[in-house]
């Protein structure tokens, strides 16, 4: 069995790898912009890219500013949808 009396742990906080950065940047490749969407009582999250990718209608409505009291919530329901059956 090591002897663990001589073990020694650097304690040197002027690393070169500093443990935060000052100002988290978001990732360009995966940090996924969302929206959700109820359906039926039922919540789906899709990335805005790609629906701004396939309709001009959602690429004009996230080009418009949000409304008063728009603040991020984990789960806050972006539009809420009517289903309906052919």
Do not use: W
Request: with cysteine.
């Amino acid at each position: 069995m090591a002897d663990l009396s001589t073990i020694s742990i650097n304690t040197d906080h002027t690393s070169n790898f500093p443990l935060h950065s000052p100002t988290p940047t978001r990732s360009t490749t995966f940090y996924f912009d969302c929206v959700i969407f109820e359906v039926e009582n039922v919540l789906y999250k899709i990335p805005r890219a790609r629906l701004v990718e396939e309709s001009l209608l959602f690429e004009t409505m996230f080009a418009l500013p949000p409304g008063p009291g728009n603040s991020y919530q984990k789960e806050r329901v972006g539009m809420s949808l009517e289903a309906t059956v052919s």
